[in-house]
């Protein structure tokens, strides 16, 4: 083998297959998270694109159909121009400035039409500006059938379907507010008013013209009533400004930051990123070839490692453990020739030793009962390095 494969302990082929593996594996999971991404998405309400029962799709294509001119208005800020001649206002995620509330009503006076879905009281600059909020009820009304309270809707018929516990308009705020679809109790869902030159309609959420309930001629009878004062081929614009905030769908992010946060693919991209780098960890890729040694190393020796062990449990204060240590050798060495292992106690010990062995006169056993308290304590260093000393005295002799 060569020195390059000796030095990362594989060939250069090897690792060029295993650079093409990584790298295919990095394109498959672009390729899922963005599929995943996409896929997992759910369909926006009232999005002018989504063929979702609670999208806008049909109500845009129906209107283009009939000649007119259909526009949003996403963007950093809000804009209405002047030449828009019917402005569509859904729940929005986004409330309305007091500034953009005015423009809006300014606008409808000048003689266009406003068409209002909802607002719900969270838009409270929206609903103090033109009076008139969406709000549940807790309670069904005894009769649940909608009426033409007015013939505005003639497509439609004089029944306008049911309404159970669905938001209803409440026009205590606008008594120039005329009520054209309501139950005969009084629960609200269409009503319309005039403010100055310009026609306002408000619609509960109930009569909120997506592509579901556009499936019901009830429903889409109003359609045509929302029309009558816009000029043929006119501006109609959806203001989705508000209704998913500044910026948009279709403009999408403004820095590169955002789109790495915000979009599948940036996901994708800081997903391999990560595993790239933990891949480089774990396979220890060098930055560039190894440097050779010049000169040899030696080798410690095994004394080295035993004066290391020993200079660790001086400077730990570790003497109980070093005198425990020496005691059992003591007790071993001692006991061998009596068969008494180290465990037997002290006393055993030094009886067997008075009536079997010879060899210790009563001033030795003395000095041997005397090292087996010492090294049963915690004796200081000096103590513990003369006891150690007098151990290997008495084992060697």
Same mark, same amino acid.
């Given at each position: 083998?060569?020195?390059?494969?000796?030095?990362?302990?594989?060939?250069?082929?090897?690792?060029?297959?295993?650079?093409? #593996?990584?790298?295919?594996?990095?394109?498959?999971?672009?390729?899922?998270?963005?599929?995943?991404?996409?896929?997992?998405?759910?369909?926006?309400?009232?999005? $002018?694109?989504?063929?979702?029962?609670?999208?806008?799709?049909?109500?845009?294509?129906?209107?283009?159909?009939?000649?007119?001119?259909?526009?949003?208005?996403?963007? !950093?800020?809000? !804009?209405?121009?002047?030449?828009? @001649?019917?402005?569509?206002?859904?729940?929005?995620?986004?409330?309305?400035?007091?500034?953009?509330?005015?423009?809006?009503?300014?606008?409808?006076?000048?003689?266009?039409?406003?068409?209002?879905?909802?607002?719900?009281?969270?838009?409270?600059?929206?609903?103090?500006?033109?009076?008139?909020?969406?709000?549940?009820?807790?309670?069904?009304?005894?009769?649940?059938?909608?009426?033409?309270?007015?013939?505005?809707?003639?497509?439609?018929?004089?029944?306008?379907?049911?309404?159970?516990?669905?938001?209803?308009?409440?026009?205590?705020?606008?008594?120039?507010?005329?009520?054209? #679809?309501?139950?005969?109790?009084?629960?609200?869902?269409?009503?319309?008013?005039?403010?100055?030159?310009?026609?306002?309609?408000?619609?509960?959420?109930?009569?909120?013209?997506?592509?579901?309930?556009?499936?019901?001629?009830?429903?889409?009878?109003?359609?045509?009533?929302?029309?009558?004062?816009?000029?043929?081929?006119?501006?109609?614009?959806? @203001?989705?400004?508000?209704?998913?905030?500044?910026?948009?769908?279709?403009?999408?992010?403004?820095?590169?930051?955002?789109?790495?946060?915000?979009?599948?693919?940036?996901?994708?991209?800081?997903?391999?990123?990560?595993?790239?780098?933990?891949?480089?960890?774990?396979?220890?890729?060098? $930055?560039?070839?190894?440097?050779?040694?010049?000169?040899?190393?030696?080798?410690?020796?095994?004394?080295?490692?035993?004066?290391?062990?020993?200079?660790?449990?001086?400077?730990?204060?570790?003497?109980?453990?070093?005198?425990?240590?020496?005691?059992?050798?003591?007790?071993?060495?001692?006991? !061998?020739?009596?068969?008494?292992?180290?465990?037997?106690?002290?006393?055993?010990?030094?009886?067997?030793?008075?009536?079997?062995?010879?060899?210790? @006169?009563?001033?030795?056993?003395?000095?041997?009962?005397?090292?087996?308290?010492?090294?049963?304590?915690?004796?200081?260093?000096?103590?513990?390095?003369?006891?150690?000393? !007098?151990?290997? @005295?008495?084992?060697?002799?």
């Amino acid at each position: 083998m060569s020195s390059r494969a000796d030095t990362y302990g594989r060939t250069g082929s090897n690792r060029q297959t295993e650079v093409i #593996v990584t790298l295919g594996l990095f394109v498959i999971l672009v390729v899922m998270v963005v599929a995943l991404g996409r896929s997992g998405q759910p369909a926006r309400e009232y999005d $002018l694109k989504s063929a979702a029962p609670n999208g806008l799709l049909g109500l845009r294509l129906w209107l283009q159909e009939m000649g007119f001119r259909v526009s949003t208005n996403e963007g !950093k800020s809000f !804009k209405l121009p002047d030449s828009t @001649d019917l402005l569509f206002i859904y729940p929005n995620t986004t409330p309305y400035t007091a500034l953009e509330a005015q423009a809006v009503a300014d606008w409808v006076e000048k003689g266009h039409t406003l068409v209002i879905v909802g607002p719900d009281t969270g838009d409270k600059v929206l609903v103090d500006t033109f009076g008139v909020s969406s709000e549940s009820s807790v309670f069904s009304s005894f009769s649940n059938t909608l009426h033409q309270q007015q013939p505005l809707l003639p497509a439609a018929g004089v029944t306008m379907g049911g309404i159970d516990f669905e938001p209803r308009l409440n026009l205590h705020k606008a008594p120039a507010a005329v009520v054209v #679809v309501a139950t005969d109790e009084g629960f609200v869902t269409i009503a319309v008013q005039r403010r100055g030159e310009g026609t306002i309609w408000y619609l509960s959420p109930r009569h909120g013209l997506a592509n579901a309930a556009l499936k019901e001629v009830q429903e889409s009878a109003i359609v045509p009533a929302l029309l009558r004062t816009v000029p043929a081929k006119g501006q109609i614009l959806f @203001d989705t400004y508000h209704l998913y905030g500044p910026q948009g769908a279709e403009n999408g992010p403004a820095t590169l930051q955002e789109w790495l946060y915000a979009t599948p693919v940036g996901w994708a991209l800081l997903f391999c990123a990560a595993i790239f780098g933990a891949f480089l960890l774990l396979q220890g890729l060098r $930055l560039g070839p190894s440097l050779p040694i010049t000169s040899p190393v030696r080798r410690r020796e095994a004394a080295e490692y035993v004066e290391a062990m020993a200079t660790l449990q001086r400077r730990a204060h570790k003497r109980q453990s070093v005198a425990r240590y020496h005691k059992r050798r003591l007790k071993a060495g001692l006991g !061998k020739a009596l068969n008494l292992g180290a465990d037997a106690a002290d006393t055993t010990l030094l009886e067997a030793l008075q009536r079997s062995d010879q060899r210790f @006169d009563p001033a030795m056993l003395q000095i041997i009962r005397q090292l087996l308290v010492v090294l049963g304590g915690d004796p200081g260093e000096s103590a513990l390095v003369q006891a150690v000393a !007098k151990v290997d @005295d008495i084992l060697q002799n």
